[in-house]
């Protein structure tokens, strides 16, 4: 077992995962508690270069089998050059988006099932899993008024609201599946109502885990 923790943030587009998870981490380094923040796709260079063919909009003839492989290959290496080693030397690892984005857009969203993707996750994380996820809820409607406002969009952005509603349905199964790592936050309320709701959770997390 690894002797840092691994914690990730989740939720549908729009629901301020990103914020909410920034904000946290630069709390907790104030704090001075040893803390790394990272996201996926992306954290490392190859990672990112992988992120950058994923979303670039102008890749619309992308099968979902092949998005959902390249999330896998980005989570992999990712994986195994920042997040493990980091937890090895008792980091805490903040990551914006973990294997459940997978499971939720790739799996329910596109339609491949979930446990075709998480067949390919498990080959690519083997067992090193989230000690804890915080799942930030916010409605469909809610989530796509906040991501068209902010503008800037990527080609997951840009699906149809069927897609979205989807991947919303998706996080509700990905949340029965691993209901004892889940900490759901209402995500419809203000920033600063939702980060300091998720920072007291996290420091809550952490001096259990001490």
Avoid at 68 to 83: M, N, P
Avoid at 88 to 114: H, M, N, P
Avoid at 155 to 184: P, Q, T
Wanted: with cysteine; charged share 30%; aromatic share 8%.
């Amino acid at each position: 077992m690894h002797k840092g923790l691994f914690i990730t943030f989740e939720g549908n587009d729009g629901s301020g995962k990103t914020t909410i998870s920034k904000k946290v981490y630069e709390a907790l380094l104030e704090k001075s508690y040893p803390v790394i923040y990272t996201r996926e796709p992306g954290g490392i260079e190859i990672a990112e270069k992988i992120r950058t063919i994923i979303l670039d909009p102008n890749h619309t003839a992308m099968d979902a089998r092949c998005e959902a492989l390249l999330y896998a290959a980005s989570r992999r290496q990712h994986l195994i050059e920042k997040v493990l080693p980091a937890l090895e030397t008792g980091k805490i690892v903040l990551c914006d988006r973990f294997i459940d984005s997978s499971l939720a857009y790739q799996g329910i969203g596109r339609g491949i099932g979930i446990d075709e993707v998480l067949k390919i996750n498990q080959f690519a994380i083997e067992s090193y899993m989230p000690d804890a996820t915080f799942f930030l809820r916010v409605s469909l409607e809610t989530g796509m008024q906040r991501v068209n406002a902010r503008g800037n969009l990527d080609r997951m952005d840009l699906e149809a609201n069927d897609f979205h509603c989807r991947v919303s349905e998706g996080y509700e199964k990905v949340k029965e599946m691993f209901a004892e790592r889940m900490i759901e936050i209402d995500a419809e309320a203000d920033i600063e109502t939702v980060f300091r709701e998720t920072l007291v959770k996290c420091e809550e997390l952490i001096n259990a885990h001490e």
